[in-house]
């Protein structure tokens, strides 16, 4: 039956994986949200709603690996619904929820009230991960049978290092056994310490306890040794040096089964953009200088990076306007990722669309256990519509997301989400 | 201090001379053998002080010279523009405690300068007496204050400015009085 | 008269125009030779206030200030927050606002995090100064160095300064170092690796022992105070290595006599640590100096800075 109106997207031109060429044709959503016709100059049923896609992108939903939707628990930074809506306004139509709930997810059951709180609030799919250790601890093994039962697309402890590289080992020959995705921050917080920016000479220019790159490079080294071992699948949450990623390249040659998602921020920020102590530049991993970026660069380019991922961690402005030392690490970005990209990248011609498909869309899905989406015939309408010649502002008032705390606050990014068609529904972006 | 003004010469090299000479006379009247101290108030005050004191070596009355800055003592520090205070410091190399001092500066105005140059004094020692000499009164005084030797008195408006020149601290010599050209908008 | 841009607060030496350097500078002349008078105080400030908010204990920073202040005729109240109430950095914004409701005119802030005193300075009217945030900067300190180095030579420019110490967590080291730069003054620096920062400093020259110290003939040592409570063990084998490795002994003492190099330390000094009792005796050691033109240049900041609390 039906649920609503058919709507023709017309005169727009539909990105792919398969090519950077863009295909001018309109796309017809039937009432059940199915594409049920693409081709040139289609005619409109009579109760269509037209929506004029001329000069617009239809771009495959994206899909964000690496998300804190703060609910249940932080709901004074985000919840289910802001992160939504934050996600809808950036061409998001999935995302995976991290563990790091209040109380973290480490659980069957907790997996499952998540899972029921998602059904309820959020209007796009949202898939919780579990915890690889009870209470994200990092002491003892969480209970992985139950969360692989309720379907968990990935185990992590978010945003925490294992420390102990026994339990590592353990949390990876047990994964392995159910098949599960062990995704590591990678990081030595022996190293790390009480560390807020990149050390070097940023760190000692603002007089700030740095974080120096080994951290995150033994620990990728160490992780996927551990996974070389055990043979278990390893996902390396953001990246953020040349050197680890040559670790990753290095592995993948010889046939680890390893991957890594970049953050858009590791993308186009370095640590000399830090300024007076804006702690909206504060990260974990910190940014770097810019021959990290340049390599991060080329190996999202030549695919030795996979996966595009927002690190999506709204905090309030309130907690954010402490000194940069005591602030919390992260911002949000689901809604900027897109346009970000585009703005530094798509735009300048340094890739294509299809490139951010594959690494924000497809490559995602499939390391989750999901079929990549694509804009075709009979298949489910998931997409947003994209106009490069429109802008984002990026302001307090325009941004979705609960706390509107990012490092491109104030900047106008090039090209805009204009809406996300998801089944049956259309999310129209004002 | 931009704006167009009429500038009148009031006193040339001459005049000026003529007046330290005034003061010189005026001071070795009334002091005599007195123990006696002159304090200029930076910098033209300092520059008057040191000639009125050169003119009295000539007399056989030696005085010595110290210098005052009295930023420190103003009482308009709020209302500061953007041209911020230099220091010159202050100098008086001699006690005043008991002693007959002679404060100089090149022109009376509001009685202000000469207020915060009073507060300066006493901070450096009781003297006996202090006493005021100007070359030039131009009257408008805010506070009760009256110089005791004054080379040359001159009406004047508020509107209007006396600038003196001397030839130690401006590479000239003379005093000008300036009025700038009627504003309409009031 | 000299024409600056009025600046309100004063937060690192990064940021000062050389103009500005020269005006603290020269106006701190005049300052201290007040301190030869019986009043040694000035109405500059009468009316004013000055909050001293120490997040970390330092008498000798606090006191410094405070007699600055009052030489100036401002009303001064201190407030030292214990370390044991340590206030979490959440709670900082609340904090300024119980600072706007004082309405203080002037905020003298030092803290142990970085950055705080620019977060102050930007919720505030008033004139805030740095006294010193984490291991980043401490610009009074810097112009007093500056200032006492000037007074012994005048003819700086050119000249060779060497800091000695933990030049990784010092923001002494890091605002000294900025400003002797800017006035032309060469610095080098001499400490162990686990204490000078890695990667490329260009404005410092890295000395790797007394020998090489003494061969690049610098007109100051400059020791940096080791703080042992921190440091012990985890950046140096013990005091007593340190002592032996980057003290001043007798016969280092002895180079720098035969040298003329001037002794500078900011003070308190470890006896016995960077320095061994007889050089504290040194007839070149410019330690008390360092004290008195503290006063002189934080008058003269003080004097300098314009709140925008006059306005409404």
Redesign the interface.
């Known amino acids: 039956m039906p649920s609503a109106k058919p709507r023709l997207f017309q005169n727009g031109r539909i990105a792919s994986t398969a090519s950077p060429e863009l295909r001018a044709a309109d796309v017809l959503v039937d009432g059940n949200g199915v594409i049920v016709a693409i081709g040139e100059g289609l005619s409109a049923p009579e109760d269509a709603e037209l929506i004029d896609c001329s000069g617009c992108v239809l771009v495959p939903g994206m899909f964000d690996l690496h998300v804190h939707a703060r609910e249940p628990g932080q709901e004074h930074k985000e919840t289910l619904a802001t992160c939504a809506a934050a996600a809808l306004r950036g061409g998001v139509t999935g995302v995976v929820l991290m563990p790091d709930a209040a109380p973290p997810i480490d659980s069957g059951p907790l997996v499952k009230s998540a899972m029921d709180l998602v059904s309820e609030l959020s209007p796009i799919p949202m898939h919780q991960s579990g915890c690889l250790t009870k209470g994200r601890e990092g002491k003892e093994m969480a209970a992985f049978s139950g969360m692989a039962s309720r379907g968990v697309p990935l185990l992590t402890d978010a945003d925490r290092p294992v420390p102990c590289p026994d339990l590592m080992r353990r949390c990876m020959e047990y994964a392995r056994d159910f098949d599960l995705l062990v995704a590591s921050h990678t990081d030595t917080p022996a190293l790390s310490k009480a560390g807020a920016v990149n050390e070097g000479n940023v760190s000692y220019r603002f007089g700030l306890p740095g974080i120096p790159a080994i951290s995150q490079e033994i620990a990728i080294d160490r992780d996927i040794r551990v996974a070389q071992h055990t043979g278990a699948r390893l996902h390396l949450q953001q990246i953020s040096t040349a050197r680890g990623l040559k670790s990753v390249q290095i592995a993948k040659e010889a046939g680890t089964l390893v991957t890594c998602e970049v953050s858009p921020h590791h993308l186009v920020l370095t640590e000399q953009d830090l300024r007076d102590y804006n702690t909206h530049f504060k990260f974990n991993p910190p940014l770097r200088p810019a021959a990290d970026v340049e390599a991060l660069v080329a190996g999202f380019i030549d695919g030795s990076i996979d996966v595009l991922a927002s690190d999506h961690a709204p905090h309030t402005e309130f907690e954010k306007s402490s000194d940069f030392g005591s602030a919390p690490f992260g911002a949000a970005g689901l809604e900027t990722a897109v346009p970000v990209i585009h703005d530094r990248f798509i735009r300048a011609g340094v890739f294509g669309w299809d490139l951010l498909i594959e690494r924000y869309s497809a490559a995602p899905r499939r390391l989750a256990g999901f079929a990549p989406v694509a804009i075709a015939e009979g298949e489910k309408a998931e997409f947003f519509v994209f106009d490069p010649e429109s802008e984002t502002p990026v302001t307090r008032e325009t941004m979705k997301t609960k706390s509107p705390v990012t490092p491109f606050l104030g900047k106008t990014l090039a090209g805009r989400v204009c809406g996300t068609a998801l089944g049956g529904e259309w999310y129209g972006q004002g | 201090m931009n704006e167009p003004r009429d500038i009148e010469e009031i006193l040339n090299p001459e005049a000026i001379a003529e007046g330290v000479g005034e003061l010189a006379r005026q001071i070795a009247y009334r002091c005599g053998g007195d123990e006696v101290a002159f304090v200029g108030i930076h910098t033209r005050g300092v520059t008057l002080a040191r000639r009125v004191a050169a003119a009295l070596e000539g007399h056989g009355l030696r005085y010595p010279v110290g210098t005052l800055?009295v930023?420190?003592?103003?009482d308009d520090?709020?209302r500061?523009g953007?041209?911020?205070?230099?220091?010159?410091?202050?100098?008086v190399p001699f006690s005043l405690d008991g002693i007959r001092v002679v404060l100089f500066d090149e022109v009376i105005y509001t009685g202000r300068t000469i207020r915060a140059a009073l507060?300066?004094l006493?901070?450096?020692?009781r003297p006996a007496k202090i006493e005021l000499a100007v070359l030039v009164d131009r009257g408008h005084r805010e506070i009760p204050i009256q110089p005791d030797y004054v080379a040359k008195t001159l009406g004047t408006t508020r509107e209007q400015h006396v600038k003196v020149r001397f030839q130690e601290d401006d590479g000239e010599e003379g005093v000008s009085l300036e009025t700038p050209h009627k504003s309409t908008a009031a | 008269?000299?024409?600056?841009?009025?600046r309100k607060d004063l937060l690192d030496i990064e940021g000062l125009e050389l103009p500005e350097i020269e005006?603290v500078l020269?106006?701190a002349?005049?300052?201290k030779?007040l301190f030869q008078?019986?009043?040694k105080?000035?109405?500059?400030?009468r009316g004013k206030t000055v909050l001293n908010l120490f997040y970390e204990p330092s008498t000798r920073t606090s006191s410094s200030f405070e007699v600055a202040a009052n030489r100036?005729s401002a009303d001064v109240t201190n407030f030292t927050v214990s370390s044991s109430s340590v206030v979490k950095g959440e709670s900082l914004l609340d904090t300024i606002e119980t600072l706007q409701a004082m309405r203080s005119d002037y905020i003298v802030i030092r803290h142990q995090a970085a950055g705080v005193p620019d977060i102050v300075a930007k919720h505030t009217g008033a004139s805030v100064v740095n006294a010193g945030d984490g291991y980043h900067a401490h610009p009074t300190q810097a112009l007093l160095d500056a200032m006492t180095f000037r007074e012994v030579h005048p003819d700086y420019e050119g000249r060779k300064v060497v800091i000695v110490g933990d030049i990784l967590h010092s923001r002494v080291a890091r605002s000294t170092s900025t400003l002797f730069n800017k006035l032309g003054i060469e610095v080098a620096v001499l400490g162990p690796g686990t204490l000078v920062p890695g990667g490329r400093h260009d404005f410092m020259k890295r000395l790797r022992s007394w020998d090489e110290v003494f061969d690049w003939k610098p007109d100051a040592v400059y020791l940096l105070r080791v703080q042992l409570e921190r440091q012990e063990g985890q950046f140096f084998p013990g005091i007593a290595e340190y002592h032996k490795m980057y003290g001043v002994n007798t016969q280092r003492l002895a180079r720098m006599r035969q040298l003329g190099a001037y002794l500078m330390h900011p003070g308190p000094v470890n006896r016995g640590v960077e320095i061994t009792d007889e050089a504290m005796r040194y007839e070149r050691s410019l330690i008390n100096t360092q004290v008195e033109n503290g006063i002189a240049v934080r008058m003269a900041v003080l004097?300098?800075l314009?709140p925008e609390t006059?306005t409404n």
């Not at chain 3, 008269?1 to 009025?6: F, N, Q, R």
Request: aromatic share 10%; net charge negative; no cysteine.
């Open positions: 800055d930023s420190l003592y103003r520090f709020d500061r953007p041209d911020l205070p230099s220091l010159a410091g202050s100098d507060d300066g006493m901070d450096y020692g | 008269m000299s024409e600056l841009k009025p005006h020269s106006n002349v005049p300052f030779q008078r019986s009043v105080k000035v109405p500059a400030l100036l004097h300098w314009q006059d």
